[in-house]
């Protein structure tokens, strides 16, 4: 439990430190950042190792997507939500999905009830898909999905969504989160152990290297890890890890580095140490750059490029005085933007309590705009870089996360295998709990002040509304999915289930199987049924 404490009367509490407990000097100086060259430390945006960003131009030729998390209810609702963001200026979809479609399981599932539509938008059949996405062409837009369990069968609807609207595969953007090997370590929606895992997500990657060339089949993920606890050395480790990993299982699959590697993308956390993160992103970029260059031999640029997503830090956000949510969320943005993000998400303010209100999240959307248009800090590419201290905690960070990587590669003899070792012998969930600990003591010393949490806490403001999902939601879904089963080719979904099941079992690649179900308008479910029969 958080002690409410007396309001501090200084910035000097305790020991200065970064969120991830960093040591901060009050001045920095050339000293601090030893044997520092300019072209093998940073070079120009756009040159190796783009510490200062992959793009030379970096926003001046093109703004990051704006993308605003949206799901809830059913996919008509949501539906409703997407085109009332691109109404107000959104540049991108990112779709919610509820908690029984994450774990691959339909609406009419019994461990189902009373989740469906909850935190997400529900998701059982191409026909909720054709929904999600009436009116909106899937050649028009880039639309990404967090899903990770059933990442290639939400693919499958994807894909077959983009078929039946006329939508060339080869013009086809977005992408999927599809990162199960994060599950492992923090968000814990995972359905097949590691490896069947890894080899649905490098199914997805090939299949898409060879008819989606435009489509990023795996967005690598810091954000939970970061959510879960961990500091920002660890986020930036275990994901570049999982990536590493991902790289050497497609490797291992037959495929050359350069063909696949250009169309991996990451997606992190921007939480509220605004040069630590800004550092963590030019670390993780650096970074990246050298393995894939030294480790796997890539010679395409793009195959060291580091492309990555920010979404500002849930777990930064509370109940309590919600209107200061706001202002976290602005330095938080700033700092992704600083740190060179290829596109955003801004939190709403009532993210602790409901899924957003149009207001809140129209407020959320706001603010990326101000930030783009009004701040000027899309003028120039790493407008930090150069900054003693932000050239320090660069270093730093990369060089703790270099070391983590180095110990999981020792645990198994490569970073696939090792990766694996990791996730089974625990040492990654101890780390993050070890982290997270550390840091929720600093709050209960008062090292670390939340305002209106810890201290300012004498007014809770006024209060805001809140997004209900009711329970006829529910029934109305799965109404409609008792609809579609009774409507669909009976033999068609049996031969489709039938061919999952074989080819899975094989070293088949899965997809072209996956389109076939849901062309079928098999569900989730029973896909997903079908895998575990083999896999």
């Known amino acids: 439990m958080i002690r409410q404490q007396t309001p501090p009367q200084t910035t000097d509490i305790g020991k200065h430190t970064t969120i991830s407990g960093l040591p901060i000097q009050l001045v920095y100086g050339p000293q601090d950042i030893g044997d520092f060259d300019y072209e093998r430390d940073l070079g120009d945006p756009g040159q190796y190792p783009f510490t200062r960003g992959v793009h030379p131009a970096v926003y001046r030729k093109r703004l990051w997507p704006m993308r605003q998390f949206a799901g809830f209810g059913s996919a008509a609702q949501t539906n ?48 909720d898909f054709e929904t999600l996405f009436g009116g909106i062409k899937l050649g028009d837009v880039s639309a990404s999905m967090t899903i990770n369990a059933p990442g290639a069968i939400l693919i499958a609807f994807y894909i077959a969504t983009a078929d039946k609207q ?27 152990p590691p490896a069947q895992s890894v080899r649905l997500v490098v199914d997805t990657i090939e299949f898409c290297e060879k008819e989606l060339p435009q489509y990023n089949p795996v967005s690598i993920s810091g954000y939970h890890i970061r959510e879960a606890g961990s500091t920002a050395a660890q986020e930036l480790a275990f994901t570049l890890g999982d990536g590493l990993a ?44 050298w393995y894939m260059k030294h480790r796997f031999g890539a010679k395409n640029e793009r195959s060291m490029w580091l492309r990555f997503h920010a979404q500002t830090a849930g777990c930064s956000l509370y109940s309590k005085q919600p209107h200061v949510n706001l202002m976290r969320v602005a330095y938080q943005a700033m700092a992704a933007v600083m740190g060179g993000c290829q596109s955003l998400h801004t939190n709403s303010m009532d993210e602790t309590m409901c899924l957003p209100t149009e207001h809140a999240v129209t407020l959320a959307l706001r603010t990326q705009q101000v930030l783009a248009f009004e701040t000027g800090v899309t003028n120039s590419a790493d407008p930090l870089g150069g900054s003693y201290l932000v050239e320090t905690l660069t270093n730093q960070i990369e060089q703790q996360a270099r070391e983590y990587i180095e110990r999981i590669d020792e645990m198994g003899g490569g970073p696939l295998k090792g990766m694996i070792a990791a996730i089974e012998n625990g040492y990654i969930r101890r ?16 090292d670390k002040v939340l305002v209106g949490i810890t201290a300012y806490t004498d007014d809770d403001g006024p209060g805001i509304d809140v997004l209900k999902i009711g329970d006829d939601v529910e029934t109305d879904v799965v109404s409609k999915l008792k609809a579609v089963k009774t409507k669909r080719d009976a033999g068609k979904v049996k031969a489709a289930l039938a061919r999952i099941t ?13 389109i076939e179900g849901a062309m079928a308008y098999c569900t989730v479910g029973e896909m997903m049924a079908a895998l575990e029969v083999s896999l």
């Not at 994450?102 to 009373?114: E, H, K, P, S, T």
């Not at 006329?166 to 923090?186: P, W, Y």
């Not at 780390?431 to 008062?446: C, K, L, T």
């Open 502 to 514: 074989s080819e899975s079992g094989t070293k088949t690649n899965i997809m072209p199987a996956l």
């Open 80 to 127: 409703e939500r997407f085109k009332f963001l691109l109404s107000k200026g959104q540049t991108g979809l990112s779709t919610a999905f509820d908690l029984p479609t994450l774990m691959g399981r339909d609406a009419d599932d019994q461990l189902a009830l009373g989740e469906v539509g909850r935190c997400g938008v529900a998701i059982s059949s191409l026909a």
């Open 246 to 289: 991902y790289v050497q299982a497609c490797i291992d699959r037959g495929m050359n580095v350069d063909a696949f590697a250009p169309r991996l993308s990451f997606f992190f956390n921007s939480h509220n140490d605004f040069f630590e993160e800004i550092a963590k992103f030019r670390a993780a970029r650096r970074l990246w750059a």
């Open 431 to 446: 780390e993050i709990a070890d982290a997270a600990f550390r840091y929720s003591a600093a709050v209960e010393r008062g």
């Open 166 to 192: 006329g939508v060339s595969r080869a013009n086809l953007r977005g992408t999927c989160q599809n990162d199960i090997l994060k599950e492992f370590h923090a968000q814990n929606e995972f359905v097949f």
